[in-house]
């Protein structure tokens, strides 16, 4: 069915499990007759998308090979424009790292309408892997989740890790590091100096994935933890005191469904 006003709606798909997926998400994917869909998007979630609908696939990545961001913008106006009832589905949520506040912009100064359904962001999925709580009371007062990408064409400057780490330690905060593989050495030098070498740290691929691998050890071993283990992107690095409370829990089978 054509869509009577130009519409976007910006569908979180989660971390990659399937099951967890929102009922709001869902629905909003059995009515898309455009659905644009990310690299990190689990296959099976494409299972609730209509037969009639036209799925195209914007694949985007870090380190490897992407659709444009101008591009998937435009086409984003364009299809809704046309009437269509399109979905821009983007693994996570797509307001955590997601690109999902400038592409609110842009169709907003061009008229269109934006909805957002908020998805499980990865670095949450990660911590429940290997049943911790980023935020238990005995450990950790917050949160901060952070991107280790190194090129920012926001504007902003590099992330000052030395200063990060020292404010995590003093106000006792776990930081979750989004896009952190590549820059892991850097990463690991700029925390060294304001936080105990023997800060607990993991690193989390695939997270919610019934092929999720992780690796444990101790900050001053990050990048030598990452070579031996062999894990690759996308991960999540956790670092913090809470990884002390790690429950080891074996999560039910239903979480884990590839």
Same mark, same amino acid.
């Given at each position: 069915?054509?869509?009577?006003?130009?519409?976007?709606?910006?569908?979180?798909?989660?971390?990659?499990?399937?099951?967890?997926?929102?009922?709001?998400?869902?629905?909003?994917?059995?009515?898309?007759?455009?659905?644009?869909?990310?690299?990190?998007?689990?296959?099976?979630?494409?299972?609730?998308?209509?037969?009639?609908?036209?799925?195209?696939?914007?694949?985007?990545?870090?380190?490897?090979?992407?659709?444009?961001?101008?591009?998937?913008?435009?086409?984003?106006?364009?299809?809704?424009?046309?009437?269509?009832?399109? &979905?821009?589905?983007?693994? @996570?949520?797509?307001?955590?790292? #997601?690109?999902?506040?400038?592409?609110?912009?842009?169709? !907003? =100064? %061009?008229?269109?309408?934006?909805?957002?359904?908020?998805?499980?962001?990865?670095?949450?999925?990660?911590?429940?892997?290997?049943?911790?709580?980023?935020?238990?009371?005995?450990?950790?007062?917050? &949160?901060?989740?952070?991107? @280790?990408?190194?090129?920012?064409? #926001?504007?902003?400057?590099?992330?000052?890790?030395?200063? !990060? =780490? %020292?404010?995590?330690?003093?106000?006792?905060?776990?930081?979750?590091?989004?896009?952190?593989?590549?820059?892991?050495?850097?990463?690991?030098?700029?925390?060294?100096?304001?936080?105990?070498?023997?800060?607990?740290?993991?690193?989390?691929?695939?997270?919610?994935?019934?092929?999720?691998?992780?690796?444990?050890?101790?900050?001053?071993?990050?990048?030598?933890?990452?070579?031996?283990?062999?894990?690759?992107?996308?991960?999540?690095?956790?670092?913090?005191?809470?990884?002390?409370?790690?429950?080891?829990?074996?999560?039910?089978?239903?979480?884990?469904?590839?």
């Amino acid at each position: 069915m054509k869509n009577t006003k130009a519409t976007v709606t910006l569908v979180g798909a989660g971390p990659g499990d399937p099951e967890l997926l929102t009922l709001k998400a869902v629905r909003a994917l059995q009515q898309a007759t455009v659905v644009l869909v990310d690299d990190l998007v689990h296959p099976d979630v494409l299972g609730h998308v209509s037969a009639q609908a036209r799925i195209v696939h914007v694949g985007k990545r870090g380190g490897c090979q992407s659709t444009p961001q101008a591009f998937i913008e435009k086409l984003m106006v364009q299809e809704a424009m046309a009437g269509e009832q399109v &979905v821009r589905l983007k693994g @996570g949520d797509p307001l955590v790292f #997601g690109r999902g506040g400038e592409e609110c912009a842009y169709l !907003l =100064a %061009q008229g269109i309408e934006v909805r957002i359904i908020n998805g499980i962001t990865a670095g949450m999925a990660a911590a429940t892997d290997m049943g911790v709580a980023l935020t238990h009371r005995a450990h950790a007062h917050g &949160v901060v989740m952070v991107t @280790g990408h190194g090129k920012d064409k #926001g504007g902003l400057p590099p992330i000052d890790w030395q200063m !990060l =780490a %020292q404010s995590a330690h003093t106000c006792h905060l776990t930081l979750v590091i989004y896009m952190g593989i590549q820059n892991i050495a850097l990463i690991q030098q700029g925390l060294m100096m304001g936080l105990p070498p023997q800060t607990p740290v993991a690193i989390v691929e695939n997270a919610s994935h019934a092929q999720t691998r992780q690796a444990h050890g101790e900050l001053q071993h990050l990048q030598k933890l990452l070579m031996q283990s062999k894990l690759a992107s996308p991960a999540i690095i956790i670092v913090g005191d809470v990884l002390r409370a790690m429950t080891q829990i074996e999560l039910p089978i239903s979480t884990r469904q590839a």
